[in-house]
């Protein structure tokens, strides 16, 4: 059981860096976006894997798709897109590419219109913030609770801004560290 004055602290930074995230000006998000996804194109072309899963992205989140999409088809490696099956269980990975149709699932992110499961070797997730290697999602445990229940757990990537970092982060039983986080300035491997 989480203690409550954890549950409100990370109720609190979430909801402040989300706000810090909305309220950045188009012309700040986008020098730095290109940095991140400068950072995560060399990750990735170093990295080997034949599946890879990534996300829709909502609520400002970097969109990784385009160059997810590209670096999938030059490694002839399998894009995939996450898909709440049922309320409260793991994220199922269902196969897609740019262009791919799609149709609106649970909270009405768009996911591919056809069920083909992949269980990805690499996943990117968006993070609304970190500290060390653990990311602060929106709180549903529905990331986390997927890289659980995997058989193998596929190497993990957090994607977010450098202003996302957080101090007094204290990580829970239930909290996943990735195997990197990377931002606009780093990648942050150890």
């Not at 986008?30 to 829709?56: H, M, Q």
Request: glycine fraction near 8%.
């Amino acid at each position: 059981m989480v203690p409550p004055e954890v549950v409100a602290w990370r109720k609190a930074e979430r909801s402040r860096l989300l706000e810090l995230r909305r309220n950045l000006p188009l012309a700040d998000r986008a020098k730095l976006i290109e940095p991140l996804l400068t950072n995560l194109r060399g990750l990735l072309e170093k990295l080997s894997f034949n599946s890879l899963g990534i996300y829709w992205p909502i609520q400002r989140e970097v969109d990784v798709r385009p160059l997810a999409d590209e670096l999938c088809r030059q490694k002839g490696a399998i894009l995939a897109l996450p898909v709440v099956v049922q309320k409260g269980t793991p994220l199922e990975y269902w196969k897609w590419q740019m262009g791919d149709p799609v149709e609106r699932g649970f909270w009405n992110i768009p996911v591919p219109k056809q069920r083909q499961v992949v269980e990805p070797e690499a996943v990117i997730a968006p993070l609304v913030g970190f500290f060390g290697k653990y990311r602060l999602g929106y709180g549903g445990g529905y990331f986390d609770r997927t890289l659980a229940s995997m058989k193998k757990r596929p190497f993990a990537i957090g994607v977010g801004f450098e202003f996302s970092r957080l101090e007094g982060f204290v990580p829970q039983p239930h909290d996943i560290p990735m195997n990197v986080i990377v931002t606009e300035t780093a990648i942050y491997e150890d």
